[in-house]
């Protein structure tokens, strides 16, 4: 089993910035792409950015040029570096791990406000 524990969330003013951690442990033999994903309320979740193990990076056209997506060297912590927050930022943030064989996992969300 792999544990996927995120912090960093909270309120900030529009514009302002926030960085969000999600540390991975149990398990990890290996780990093919972590990213994160948000969740609104009342809307599907989606995809905020990913970084595979070859060190690729996807950002969703909303956040592209905002947000930045990174890693540790052990390449089993992640982080989000949000930017010039927008109050559509605000949402529940969640970390995804996974793995070459497919085994896909999720952390229990961080609320992210963007609000004056």
């Known amino acids: 089993q792999v544990q996927l524990v995120e912090s960093g969330g909270g309120l900030v003013q529009p514009g302002g910035s926030l960085r969000l951690s999600c540390a991975a442990s149990?398990?990890?033999?290996?780990?093919?792409?972590m990213g994160w994903y948000r969740q609104a309320p009342g809307k599907q979740r989606e995809m905020v950015a990913n970084i595979f193990s070859s060190g690729t990076t996807n950002y969703a056209v909303s956040v592209k040029g905002r947000f930045t997506i990174s890693r540790d060297n052990a390449g089993t912590t992640v982080y989000l570096q949000m930017n010039s927050l927008r109050p559509e930022d605000t949402a529940v943030y969640y970390c995804?791990?996974?793995?070459?064989?497919?085994?896909?996992?999720w952390g229990q969300g961080t609320q992210v406000t963007v609000s004056s």
């Open positions: 995804n791990l996974i793995q070459p064989d497919g085994k896909e996992y």
């Open positions: 149990g398990s990890i033999f290996s780990i093919y792409v």
